[in-house]
């Protein structure tokens, strides 16, 4: 009866190790990719510039910060062209869930509800087409020089 509850015990702890090790292994695995630069979600910080739309939907931002206002069903401003070094804020103004996501894999946030936020900072120049993953048709571009 000794050998049968040792037995016992000793499975227990190597499947809780196991699990450990599996959840460690996940949760790393998720957190680091060099090939993938991830923002983040930030539901209080309102305090980045917030540039306006002028005329056909797109700003020149010469300002070190701006935002993306996500409102009925669309990115405002969709085109925007900002300097290297800039950091981008979208904001959830809409009354559902959005989730912003590179065309290419440079940037992806987690599901914005209502009123939280999502920052990238844009350090190599390019052209950046994103999308809303919950909505495709939703699309927006980034021009950074």
Same mark, same amino acid.
């Given at each position: 009866?000794?050998?049968?509850?040792?037995?016992?015990?000793?499975?227990?702890?190597?499947?809780?190790?196991?699990?450990?090790?599996?959840?460690?292994?996940?949760?790393?695995?998720?957190?680091?990719?060099?090939?993938v630069q991830t923002g983040m979600n930030?539901? $209080?910080?309102? !305090?980045?510039? *917030?540039?306006?739309? +002028?005329? #056909?939907?797109? &700003?020149?931002?010469?300002?070190?910060?701006? =935002?993306?206002?996500?409102?009925?069903?669309?990115?405002?401003?969709?085109?925007? $062209?900002?300097? !290297?070094?800039? *950091?981008?804020?979208? +904001?959830? #103004?809409?009354? &559902?869930?959005?989730?912003?996501?590179?065309? =290419?894999?440079?940037?992806?946030?987690t599901i914005l509800n209502p009123g939280?936020?999502?920052?990238?900072?844009?350090?190599?120049?390019?052209?950046?087409?994103?999308?809303?993953?919950?909505?495709?048709?939703?699309?927006? =571009?980034?021009?950074?020089?």
């Amino acid at each position: 009866m000794y050998r049968k509850t040792n037995r016992g015990l000793l499975a227990l702890i190597i499947i809780i190790i196991i699990i450990i090790v599996a959840g460690v292994y996940l949760y790393y695995a998720q957190s680091y990719n060099p090939n993938v630069q991830t923002g983040m979600n930030n539901s $209080t910080n309102q !305090s980045l510039v *917030n540039n306006t739309s +002028i005329g #056909n939907n797109s &700003t020149n931002v010469t300002s070190a910060a701006t =935002t993306i206002s996500i409102g009925n069903m669309a990115f405002n401003p969709n085109k925007i $062209t900002v300097k !290297s070094g800039t *950091n981008v804020q979208w +904001i959830n #103004n809409d009354n &559902t869930q959005h989730q912003i996501v590179s065309d =290419t894999g440079a940037f992806q946030s987690t599901i914005l509800n209502p009123g939280d936020s999502y920052n990238f900072f844009f350090a190599k120049t390019g052209i950046y087409g994103y999308h809303d993953a919950l909505n495709s048709t939703i699309t927006g =571009t980034i021009i950074v020089q």
